[in-house]
Nanobody
Framework: QVQLVESGGGLVQAGDSLRLSCAAS????????MGWFRQAPGKEREFVGG????????SYAAALKGRFTISRDNAKNTVYLEMNSVKPEDTAVYYC????????????????????WGQGTQVTVST
């Protein structure tokens, strides 16, 4: 059973940078694409971005491209979300998730294509 544990969230000020980590255990992390999602209060979970199994390709929600960067270290079974110039509207619980298909070459933005999810980490951006 794959377990994902996010960390690195917290309270930051607008304009700050923050790096979230997602540590995986119990599976073959390096075989699967990973995604980051977020959910703000009263809103649906939305795709932030993703990275292929080998890290060669990343994809981001259009509104976030340029501020957020996803990377992974397969030797450490960890995927990262670097958030720069954060805004109050970035306030949400951030989740990492494992795609269902090993060695997938395309990154899916659909939550129902991800099978394992972390518990989430809260990011709060103050003005």
């Amino acid at each position: 059973q794959v377990q994902l544990v996010e960390s690195g969230g917290g309270l930051v000020q607008a304009g700050d940078s923050l790096r979230l980590s997602c540590a995986a255990s119990g599976g073959t992390f390096s075989m699967y694409a990973m995604g980051w999602f977020r959910q703000a209060p009263g809103k649906e979970r939305e795709f932030v971005g993703g990275i292929t199994w080998n890290g060669d390709t990343t994809s981001y929600a259009a509104a976030l491209k340029g501020r957020f960067t996803i990377s992974r270290d397969n030797a450490k079974n960890t995927v990262y979300l670097e958030m720069n110039s954060v805004k109050p509207e970035d306030t949400a619980v951030y989740y990492c998730a494992t795609h269902y298909n090993a060695f997938a070459q395309q990154i899916s933005s659909a939550p129902n294509t991800y099978v394992y999810w972390g518990q989430g980490t809260q990011v709060t951006v103050s003005t």
